[in-house]
């Protein structure tokens, strides 16, 4: 073999190992959790209220595919789950990384959830059943404006998230908060919003969105209970402090 040829060969193997490293390490991210957090492990040694939402997906979908790591399906579907909680079967399809038999699956669980929450009628009497509805949403790592919908009685009728912001502030505008809650005919809101920096302080930020907020509600007819600055283990209530 001649100098070149060698060269070639060697250029080429150097660009196979390149292109190994790369899909191994783009599609690592939950191989490369310890076993004992893993999903499947958490759940047996704490119980499935332990577990955040993207886990409980990830248990859902079982596995991702050689292009995409069940972590990053489950994302994709919580991101989408947070827009509407009335996604399809042929909607969830859509994601990369999901079949039609695991659509059907994950669309049953989603209907059984449903169709049980219907049952329990559950009531927003103080800012604790407010903290309780959206605790779960805790641990995203980006701040979201959560609004929980009610009817007359103050039971929950739907729980939404109307904005993503950014780490330390979320933008938010009137028409996000009551959209759905007109569609769905609520008589009254409770928004929330998790703090990542784990500080459950209102910013002077979020005083001015909460008035301009209760006062869109004053005008639609819709009454803004309450604002809840939260973390995964504590809150901040605006009414409790007066603010409200």
């Not at 040694?45 to 292009?67: C, H, W």
């Not at 910013?203 to 909460?210: F, G, I």
């Not at 209970?225 to 409790?240: A, I, K, M, W």
Request: glycine share 6%; no cysteine; hydrophobic share 40%.
């Amino acid at each position: 073999m001649n100098f070149s040829a060698r060269i070639g060969r060697n250029r080429d193997s150097a660009r196979i190992l390149s292109m190994s490293y790369i899909i191994r390490t783009e599609h690592s991210s939950f191989k490369e959790t310890r076993p004992e957090d893993r999903p499947r492990e958490k759940i047996s040694r704490l119980g499935a209220e332990a577990l955040t939402d993207k886990e409980l997906l990830m248990l859902l979908i079982g596995s991702g595919t050689s292009g995409r790591a069940v972590d990053k399906v489950a994302e994709d579907l919580l991101s989408r789950l947070d827009r509407s909680n009335s996604l399809s079967a042929d909607e969830i399809m859509r994601i990369p990384g999901l079949g039609k038999a695991k659509a059907s699956a994950i669309d049953a669980a989603l209907e059984l959830g449903r169709r049980r929450v219907q049952h329990r009628h559950r009531i927003i009497a103080s800012p604790s059943d407010i903290f309780r509805e959206i605790q779960h949403y805790a641990s995203r790592e980006q701040e979201n404006l959560i609004v929980v919908m009610l009817n007359g009685a103050h039971e929950v009728i739907g729980t939404i998230v109307a904005t993503v912001g950014l780490l330390n502030k979320t933008i938010v505008h009137p028409r996000e908060v009551f959209a759905d809650a007109i569609r769905s005919r609520a008589a009254a809101i409770a928004i929330a919003h998790n703090h990542p920096s784990g500080n459950i302080d209102p910013s002077e930020e979020d005083k001015e969105v909460t008035i301009r907020i209760r006062k869109a509600g004053e005008i639609l007819g819709i009454k803004v209970l309450d604002h809840l600055v939260f973390t995964e283990e504590r809150y901040y209530s605006f009414l409790e402090h007066g603010l409200m």
